[in-house]
């Protein structure tokens, strides 16, 4: 019998009394793993040696999953500074008493209410009596993963796995046992068979292509796993958000992230001592402070609206106002600080209407996290400028804009914001839990608004919120399962596109 070389040798490395991993046969033969896969194939279809597969699941910790099994698990370290203060304590001494910065600080709050260690209400975070962090699984498992050991608990691998703290890869195991057939066929003695494995360009150049013995190409054979980049899901989403508007007519805009109180709060009419304007639910720049270029017009014109109210009914206020507070740099809590610069004339010169504008850009506020709610996320403002706007107008738009996305069972309610009148929030059905979640707020611009912008017609807008809809056409229960540091990467990998 003639065999290649490679299959020849792979089954003189083979045993007809056990089974020998690929691994072995090669370092038994010298050859490369790949190579020996492919000897087998072909071997076992010639009914030569027998070969058997398997799947199994390795997990490995993380350079930061280690860390964690070296130290402490953030939400477990903020669970003890807690206790040591005797069981409630401000949250901002909590985590300096934890030593926790940057990231450890998102992923120790999240954590610490998801595992129940405690509650974190209005600043204060208070520990659970019933809690007992020493066996915590996640703690354990990564105690055991740090000595070699193994973790037959799959959803706690799986949560940290979502972590990142451990990688889980998936292999293939082979075997190869030496047939009846091939036991006899070693026994009567195998010549080398002169193929080749690989056309190279001198075979092509020289034409000995015409006369080469060429090995089969075996499309069963192992190959190099690559995991390729590919579009976030919510980026997806960003872009078909974007595709729809443009279709509608939109024009899209953009601006800083970084603005002036001026610009986020003050021209939309927000009362400089609104409880949502102080540290606790915006973030204010340490350098720069302040901006200078303001229009001292119109910073005049928002001054009086806020102070006197516009037209001859109009009353303002009346409550304190600085224009080194309007100065003030921070980062911005909602888009609609582009629509304030659009509508000024500022952003790209003075608007005729009809205008339909938009953006899908990220904001920023102080919030506690949740299954909901981030410290970042991404908002899609909107406004249409144009003569004798209403509530129909902006709800009709609401409704085609949602169809888009197969969202057709819309609730509205009314509500208040200091910048609109009348005012109303979205809600939409959850595909899951069938709940309803707030997916948007909105309304008519006030004239208190308009006034000082030198608008003198209507304009309707909104602000809806881009991880909640993301959560209406993928299912998500809790947005941190695909935005921050919970993430789930093979979700990412792996994820359909969903329109």
């Known amino acids: 019998m003639k065999l290649p070389d490679a299959q020849r040798a792979v089954l003189e490395a083979a045993s007809a009394n056990e089974a020998r991993s690929i691994e072995r046969l090669a370092a038994e033969a010298d050859l490369p793993e790949p190579t020996v896969v492919g000897a087998a194939f072909t071997l076992e279809e010639e009914g030569l040696v027998g070969l058997t597969e398997r799947i199994e699941t ?14 402490e698990l953030p939400e477990l370290a903020l669970h003890e500074a ?133 090995a089969a190409y075996n499309v069963e054979a192992d190959a190099e796993r690559a995991q390729a980049g590919r579009l976030h899901p919510l980026r997806r989403t960003a872009e078909r958000v974007t595709d729809v508007l443009v279709g509608m007519g939109f024009e899209e805009m953009d601006g800083p992230h970084a603005d002036a109180e001026f610009w986020i709060n003050d021209c939309l009419f927000m009362p400089q001592d609104h409880p949502a304007r102080t540290h606790w639910d915006q973030f204010t720049l340490a350098t720069p402070e302040k901006i200078d270029d303001l229009p001292d017009e119109l910073v005049a014109g928002v001054e009086h609206a806020h102070r006197e109210g516009v037209g001859p009914d109009g009353d303002g206020y009346h409550s304190p106002w600085s224009t080194d507070i309007a100065r003030r740099l921070s980062l911005r809590g909602h ?149 921050g540091t919970l993430v789930d990467l093979d979700f990412l990998r792996n994820a359909e596109v969903v329109y």
């Open 58 to 71: 390795d997990a490995a910790l993380t350079e930061e999953g280690r860390e964690y099994a070296d130290t």
């Open 335 to 483: 888009t609609t600080s582009l629509s304030a610069r659009h509508l000024a004339g500022v952003a790209a010169g003075e608007l005729e209407p009809p205008q339909r504008l938009f953006s899908v850009e990220k904001v920023y506020r102080n919030d506690t996290l949740d299954a909901t709610h981030l410290l970042e996320f991404f908002q899609i403002e909107g406004l249409v400028m144009a003569e004798d706007l209403s509530v129909r107008d902006l709800m009709g738009t609401f409704t085609e804009f949602y169809a888009q996305f197969g969202i057709t069972d819309l609730e509205f309610k009314p509500t208040y914001n200091p910048y609109t009148e009348p005012s109303f929030e979205l809600f939409g059905e959850h595909p899951t839990t069938g709940e309803l979640v707030e997916i948007g707020n909105s309304g008519l611009f006030r004239p208190e608004m308009l006034d000082p912008l030198g608008i003198d017609c209507d304009v309707m807008a909104w602000g809806l919120a881009l991880e909640r809809l993301l959560m209406l056409t993928h299912g998500f229960e809790d947005i941190r399962d695909v935005h």
């Open 82 to 214: 807690v206790v040591a203060a005797g069981g409630e304590i401000d949250l901002g001494s909590a985590i300096n008493e934890a030593d926790l910065e940057g990231p450890q600080v998102d992923i120790a709050l999240s954590n610490f209410s998801r595992k129940g260690y405690g509650t974190i209400d209005s600043g204060q975070i208070s520990v659970a009596p019933d809690a007992d962090p020493a066996d915590d699984p996640e703690r354990l498992a990564l105690a055991t993963l740090a000595d070699d050991g193994s973790i037959d608990d799959e959803s706690v691998l799986d949560g940290l796995a979502g972590r990142n703290l451990v990688a889980r890869e998936e292999t293939t195991v082979r075997e190869v046992t030496l047939a009846d057939d091939g036991v006899t066929a070693l026994m009567e003695g195998i010549e080398i068979a002169d193929t080749v494995g690989a056309l190279t360009p001198e075979m092509l150049t020289t034409g000995e292509w015409r006369d080469a013995d060429f």
